[in-house]
């Protein structure tokens, strides 16, 4: 262990002469705390071998988040395409060139339209939506306010009319 007058050096010899002797060969470091630079410099790179660790460790699971969150928005906005694969659909998609801004997809539009037109087998056909009329002639659309009653309501009207004629029959034939 390093002496008081190793440490000090020349400037040990300006500290007053009694001091000099009852400090000369004492060991002022406790050498149950002491640690040698080759142990410190050992724990040093290997914190710095951690911490680079932890570093690569941290990218690559971003990396995996970022990619799991970008496949799932993926096949949610795929979906809308009603396309019969999904997964022919991707294949076909240069993935390069779709990217995602703020939950939208960049590029993807133009390449799922440039896909129904050269290849339409790939989508379910799309049907034109309904009348709102349920196969019939539209002069059976109720359009007045008893239409525009509830079924229960419109039930019980009918019901009431049907006693109503029931009670008239009775009267006439009694």
Known sequence: MPKLNEILGES????????????????????????????????????KEYKKKNEDTTKEYENK??????????EK??????????????????????????????GLDEQVKTLKESDPYLFEEETPGGTGNIG????YIIDTDEGKLSLGARLAKERTEASKVTEAQNKFFS
């Open 65 to 74: 988040l970022t990619k799991l969150n970008f496949d799932t928005k993926f």
């Open 136 to 139: 019939g002639d539209p002069s």
């Open 77 to 106: 906005a795929v979906v809308g395409y009603k396309a019969k694969n999904l997964k022919a659909l991707r294949a076909l998609l240069d993935m390069d060139k779709v990217k995602l801004v703020d939950d939208t997809f960049i």
């Open 12 to 47: 040990f010899k300006q500290i007053p002469e009694d001091l000099q002797k009852k400090y000369k060969d004492v060991d002022l470091v406790d050498s149950s705390n002491y640690v040698e630079k080759k142990d410190l410099e050992t724990a040093n790179n290997s914190i």
